[in-house]
């Protein structure tokens, strides 16, 4: 009975626990008992994957790694039910880096990503990307730019302006050097850089749903996609090759868009934004 609920519940079941004993007699009763216990455990793609893995590297792992594969097999177990079975969706391996764009559940292609540092996770979560933004521009955040900016503008009242960026104070566009950086009250400062091959964001964004200020984006810093532990961003996710994700994207919608027409739109060098009519 426990390896019953072991291998069907899992640990941390978020829906009303299995009677352990009414799913024996079911197998009991059934032709095929040996059918029966094997299909307790989940028998999804994803999850078998790792399972093998696990049997296969059990030998080679420390207890920590260990952990990582129980772990990430629980998640698997409660959230590979929920991946889309058709159509075009996007999945992200953290702890790899590296993106997937599914076509069913056929790979169409992967690609290497920078995710968030070990100060800054990319969190883990279901999203729906609802729109493509070409040719962004980019307002870090609070924390970004107190982290990331300030001491140099502290130490140079006038970087923000050398580096060709805007700035506003309470909504009131200023000048960098104009603004005490050592006093001023980052909640009431907005930075903004401009489109253009500098822009940290690269030649698009591809806008999320959630309220952190997390999304996928090209980059203008491709050399970090070459290293083989890719943790070097606040939390947003750097995409290699996003004119092919751009295009994949676009070619599942009512009206597709061309590799060329993707790359015209990246090099804009203002903003211009297309709104999915069917997120993914």
């Known amino acids: 009975l426990r390896y019953i609920r072991d291998v069907k519940e899992g640990r941390y079941n978020p829906v009303p626990r299995i009677d352990a004993a009414s799913e024996l007699t079911r197998g009991l009763q059934t032709a095929d008992f040996a059918g029966w216990l094997n299909s307790l455990p989940p028998n999804t793609r994803f999850y078998g994957a790792m399972k093998q893995a696990a049997q296969r590297d059990i030998p080679y792992l420390s207890p920590a790694e260990f952990v990582t594969y129980r772990v990430n097999m629980e998640r698997l177990r409660w959230g590979e039910p929920n ?6 969706w996007v999945m992200l391996n953290v702890g790899a880096a590296e ?3 599914m076509e069913g559940n056929n790979v169409a292609f992967g690609v ?9 996770r990319t969190p883990l979560s279901n999203d729906k990307i609802t729109g493509l933004k070409f040719s962004p521009d980019w307002t870090p955040t609070r924390s970004i730019v107190q982290e990331d900016y300030l001491n140099q503008a502290q130490a140079d009242p006038a970087y923000f302006d050398q580096k060709g960026w805007q700035v506003y104070l309470d909504g009131e566009r200023t000048t960098s050097a104009s603004i005490d950086w050592t006093a001023v ?17 690269g030649g698009v ?25 890719r943790l070097f961003s606040s939390g947003c996710v750097r995409v290699e090759d996003a004119s092919w ?3 994949w994207i676009m070619g599942g919608q009512p009206i597709a868009m061309s590799m060329e027409q993707v ?10 934004t297309k709104r999915l009519s069917r997120a993914l």
Do not use: E
Request: no cysteine; net charge positive; glycine share 6%.
């Open 245 to 247: 994700l751009a295009h």
């Open 205 to 229: 964004r591809f806008s999320l749903t959630n309220n952190r200020a997390i999304y996928l984006h090209d980059t203008n810093a491709h050399s970090l996609f070459d290293k083989p532990k």
């Open 99 to 101: 993106l997937m764009a």
């Open 112 to 120: 290497n990503v920078v995710v968030g540092r070990p100060t800054r």
């Open 263 to 272: 790359k015209a739109n990246m090099a804009l060098g203002t903003p211009k």
């Open 185 to 201: 009250d980052l909640d009431k400062v907005t930075v903004r850089q401009p489109s253009g091959a500098a822009n940290a964001l």
């Open 83 to 88: 991946l889309p079975s058709q159509g075009r």
